[in-house]
């Protein structure tokens, strides 16, 4: 089994089937010892749609009815992600630890696509993101183990547009 790595067909990525066991989440998950996601909503029955009517939300939340279908404001929108929710500020630093403290030669361009959708998600504004990638340049470059794979400028570049094509823009079409 393989693909093809970002180098071209002459780098094929390689995966190999070592066994005929299946693992479950719950096995992947007991084989990493510092993982601590909860499996358990993966588990659940999605939430069924409310079935409070129009005349009982009208008593039950009065506010709201009075703005949502008396006056017809639309959903609040967060002013920085146009409706989304928004993360922690926290998560942006932890992943500038991330980049900083574990990132190989293999993952230095993930590691900018994945610092521009922290720092879109967190607030983080689009003159900090692209300050913070640029500044990781040195040190992504000094993780250069091929000389045929120098991590440049235009890779930075790269991996700050694609997170905003797809945030602002929606999926992207290959």
């Known amino acids: ?14 995966a190999y089937k070592l066994s005929e066991n299946r693992y479950t989440l719950e096995d992947i998950k007991a084989s990493i010892p ?14 069924r749609k409310s079935t409070v009517t129009l005349e009982e939300a009208k008593e039950l939340y009065p506010e709201w009815y009075e703005k949502r279908i008396v006056q017809g404001e639309p ?15 926290a998560l942006y630093e932890w992943w500038k630890r991330k980049i900083t ?3 190989k030669a293999g993952g230095r361009y993930f590691s900018i696509m994945a610092l521009c959708s922290y720092g879109l998600k967190c607030g983080i504004s689009e003159q900090k993101i692209r300050r913070d990638a640029y500044a990781f340049l040195d ?17 930075v570049k790269d ?15 290959y």
């Open 1 to 14: 089994m393989g693909s093809q790595s970002k180098l071209g067909v002459d780098f094929p990525v390689k």
């Open 75 to 89: 959903k609040q929108k967060s002013k920085k992600q146009g409706g989304t929710w928004v993360c922690n500020e």
């Open 34 to 47: 510092s993982c601590k996601v909860d499996l358990a909503p993966l588990y659940e029955k999605p939430r």
């Open 101 to 103: 403290e574990e990132v």
């Open 159 to 173: 991996g700050i547009k694609k997170p905003k094509m797809i945030y602002f823009y929606g999926i992207l079409k």
């Open 139 to 155: 040190h992504l470059e000094s993780l250069t183990e091929d000389e045929d794979n120098h991590f440049s400028r235009a890779d």
